[in-house]
């Protein structure tokens, strides 16, 4: 699976981004998929997933009530919707993708088989 990540930018306190991962190579509608964030010098961290299917997600602390995942299988994409966007969500943006069927394991790095090249996502205060 090979997973493209688009849609960062520099972008205003406040404002929204939508974050775009597209797949290729096969189908991504039996994994569980997952974004990150890292910022320079820090380890990377579990921003959200969601469940092969869409029926369940998960968010980390810090983005919950703002951030929201979505996919299409149809389309072989999921998205990450921001709002309220901080200064302190500045990161570089990863989507990987998991062989879990459940949102157990889903914060674990080590569980990821397939991660994107990532995208830069900057917010000014």
């Known amino acids: 699976v090979q997973l493209q990540a688009s849609g960062g930018g520099l972008v205003q306190a406040g404002a929204s981004l939508r974050l775009s991962c597209a797949a290729s190579?096969?189908?991504?509608?039996?994994?569980?998929m997952g974004w990150f964030r890292q910022t320079p010098g820090k380890e990377r961290e579990f921003v959200s997933a969601i469940s092969w299917s869409g029926d369940d997600t998960s968010y980390s602390a810090s983005v919950k009530g703002r951030f929201t995942i979505s996919r299409d299988n149809a389309k072989n994409t999921v998205y990450l919707q921001m709002s309220s966007l901080k200064p302190e969500d500045t990161a570089v943006y990863y989507c990987a993708a998991a062989a879990l069927y459940g949102l157990g394991s889903a914060r674990k790095i080590s569980e990821y088989a397939y991660w994107g090249q990532g995208t830069q996502v900057t917010v000014s205060s």
């Open positions: 190579g096969r189908t991504i509608s039996t994994y569980l």
